[in-house]
């Protein structure tokens, strides 16, 4: 009786029973193993409720998951994305697939198979659950202000043609949830530095560890919620190009290549207002080797990463030698190049501007607190307090 009440209040948009069985044994939170070859713990517990209401809510474990037969599933096959699903695409009426996206991700800069490089240490590509999760549909209530849930006016309305309500609510969590962004500005920046800030993985592909994004003025901007602010996408993907066919910088495809540069900081297609005036001697600025990396040291020794030693191992790296030695008293002038000697003569500028404005204010102020106070003492020796 209690089964058959629970059933009947359930919600709508819990589709279908578990047809395999799976949760018989993928319901318990502890369900996992020690994987012996990398020493990492491995989950796998699933979540029925949260799994049903996820995009992949409708599709069968035994539709990626193959060879299961055997329990425990000893002999299971690694997931392929590219494999043909069993769900239909309704504007096609074939069998889905994402072996389209999987084909042109491969012949990108971070598949297997680009033509223009020869791909060496492969196991530092991204697959596509590094970038991918089952993500939970997240619909809108209101398309102007985007809020989260689901306008049941909306759904009502859609009910007017779809009778079928299971088909028309989960087609209408997934054409919202398209509303949303795939991730923030602020996740998809974190994403990309999971493997971009790793200077050992960078230099192994020939790259440049691009870590220092967090010391420029777009990062500032995305960190505190600006929706005007690029993150890595806003260049490297804009309104034209794709994040699955991404080229190298050098290829005339690739967004940021030179001939391209001004027009994708422009943006003037996207949503984003970037630099609409941009020139192209604007677009060759630098973005990612702005900034001394000092943050990062910074942020590494308050989170007890780092060491005081390697504070101090930051002024004999080279993007911030030529700041520090214009700062030191017994520099060679005669070995300096005209920049650093151009450097010196701002710093010394500075230097005393700063400290004859700081002698100006702090003495003013002590001078005016004491004579202040001396006129208090005349006052109060004269009678005139009370």
Same mark, same amino acid.
């Given at each position: 009786?209690?089964?058959?009440?629970?059933?009947?209040?359930?919600?709508?948009?819990?589709?279908?029973?578990?047809?395999?069985?799976?949760?018989?044994?993928?319901?318990?939170?502890?369900?996992?193993?020690?994987?012996?070859?990398?020493?990492?713990?491995?989950?796998?517990?699933?979540?029925?409720?949260?799994?049903?209401?996820?995009?992949?809510?409708?599709?069968?474990?035994?539709?990626?998951?193959?060879?299961?037969?055997?329990?425990?599933?000893?002999?299971?096959?690694?997931?392929?994305?590219?494999?043909?699903?069993?769900?239909?695409?309704?504007?096609?009426?074939?069998?889905?697939?994402?072996?389209?996206?999987?084909?042109?991700?491969?012949?990108?800069?971070?598949?297997?198979?680009?033509?223009?490089?020869?791909?060496?240490?492969?196991?530092?590509? *991204?697959? !596509?659950?590094? +970038? &991918?999760?089952?993500?939970?549909?997240?619909?809108? $209530?209101?398309? %102007?202000?985007?809020?989260? #849930?689901?306008?049941?006016?909306?759904?009502?309305?859609?009910?007017?043609?779809?009778?079928?309500?299971?088909?028309?609510?989960?087609?209408?969590?997934?054409?919202?949830?398209?509303?949303?962004?795939?991730?923030?500005?602020?996740?998809?920046?974190?994403?990309?530095?999971?493997?971009?800030?790793?200077?050992?993985?960078?230099?192994?592909?020939?790259?440049?560890?691009?870590?220092?994004?967090?010391?420029?003025?777009?990062?500032?901007?995305?960190?505190?919620?600006?929706?005007?602010? *690029?993150? !890595?996408?806003? +260049? &490297?993907?804009?309104?034209?190009?794709?994040?699955? $066919?991404?080229? %190298?910088?050098?290829?005339? #495809?690739?967004?940021?290549?030179?001939?391209?540069?001004?027009?994708?900081?422009?943006?003037?297609?996207?949503?984003?207002?970037?630099?609409?005036?941009?020139?192209?001697?604007?677009?060759?600025?630098?973005?990612?080797?702005?900034?001394?990396?000092?943050?990062?040291?910074?942020?590494?020794?308050?989170?007890?990463?780092?060491?005081?030693?390697?504070?101090?191992?930051?002024?004999?790296?080279?993007?911030?030698?030529?700041?520090?030695?214009?700062?030191?008293?017994?520099?060679?002038?005669?070995?300096?190049?005209?920049?650093?000697?151009?450097?010196?003569?701002?710093?010394?500028?500075?230097?005393?501007?700063?400290?004859?404005?700081?002698?100006?204010?702090?003495?003013?102020?002590?001078?005016?607190?004491?004579?202040?106070?001396?006129?208090?003492?005349?006052?109060?020796?004269?009678?005139?307090?009370?």
């Amino acid at each position: 009786m209690i089964w058959m009440v629970s059933t009947l209040n359930a919600p709508s948009f819990i589709y279908a029973a578990d047809e395999e069985a799976c949760s018989v044994c993928h319901k318990y939170p502890g369900l996992g193993r020690i994987d012996t070859q990398t020493g990492k713990s491995r989950l796998f517990y699933v979540s029925e409720d949260i799994y049903i209401n996820s995009v992949h809510g409708k599709v069968l474990c035994r539709n990626c998951h193959l060879n299961l037969d055997v329990i425990p599933h000893t002999d299971a096959k690694k997931v392929d994305c590219s494999t043909k699903c069993h769900l239909k695409e309704p504007s096609t009426d074939k069998e889905f697939s994402h072996g389209g996206i999987y084909a042109e991700f491969n012949t990108s800069i971070h598949g297997l198979y680009t033509p223009e490089m020869t791909k060496k240490c492969t196991e530092d590509l *991204p697959q !596509c659950t590094d +970038c &991918h999760v089952n993500a939970v549909y997240q619909p809108v $209530s209101d398309l %102007t202000t985007m809020q989260a #849930g689901i306008s049941q006016d909306a759904l009502r309305r859609c009910l007017g043609c779809h009778e079928n309500k299971e088909w028309t609510n989960r087609f209408y969590q997934h054409f919202a949830h398209r509303m949303h962004r795939s991730k923030t500005a602020v996740q998809t920046v974190k994403l990309c530095l999971d493997c971009h800030k790793d200077e050992k993985k960078m230099a192994r592909h020939g790259l440049t560890a691009t870590s220092n994004y967090k010391d420029t003025f777009h990062w500032k901007g995305v960190l505190y919620g600006d929706p005007n602010m *690029p993150d !890595c996408l806003s +260049c &490297h993907a804009p309104v034209g190009f794709t994040v699955h $066919s991404m080229k %190298t910088g050098s290829n005339p #495809g690739s967004a940021v290549h030179k001939q391209n540069l001004q027009a994708t900081c422009s943006n003037l297609n996207g949503t984003q207002v970037c630099h609409p005036k941009a020139t192209e001697q604007f677009a060759t600025g630098k973005i990612h080797p702005t900034g001394s990396g000092f943050e990062k040291k910074v942020s590494a020794y308050v989170e007890g990463e780092a060491t005081l030693n390697e504070m101090d191992s930051l002024k004999q790296e080279r993007r911030f030698r030529d700041l520090s030695a214009v700062t030191s008293e017994d520099v060679d002038i005669t070995k300096l190049d005209e920049q650093q000697i151009f450097q010196r003569k701002v710093y010394i500028i500075v230097k005393y501007v700063y400290t004859l404005l700081i002698t100006v204010v702090i003495g003013g102020m002590m001078a005016h607190q004491m004579l202040d106070f001396i006129r208090i003492l005349i006052n109060k020796s004269k009678g005139k307090l009370h």
